[in-house]
C-alpha cells in the first residue's frame, strides 16, 4: 500500500514530468551559481565597507539606504540566476 506523500508525488510526476539534465546543462547551471554567488559577494563586501562608513559617521539615513540597495541587488542577482537556469532547465 502506497503512502498519501507517494500518491501525491505520482499526482504531481503526471501532471508535471520532471525532466533529466544533461552533463552539459548541470554544469552550465553550477556556473551560473557560481557567478551568482561570487556576484553577491562582491556586492555585499563594497556595500558592507560603505554601509560601515555610514555607521562611523553617523549617517543613519544612509546606512539604511544602503542595506536597502543591498537587499534589492541581491535579490535582482538571485532573480536573474533562476531566470537564467530555467532557461536552460526547459531547452
Known sequence: ???AYELAMERLEKASPSTKLTEEQKAQIAEIT??????VAEKELFLRE??????LSGDF??????????SRETHRIQEDAEEKKDRIRQS
Do not use: P
Open 1 to 3: 500500500m502506497k503512502s
Open 34 to 39: 557560481s557567478v551568482a554567488r561570487a556576484k
Open 50 to 55: 560603505q554601509i560601515a562608513k555610514a555607521e
Open 61 to 70: 539615513a544612509s546606512v539604511a539606504q544602503l542595506e536597502q540597495q543591498l
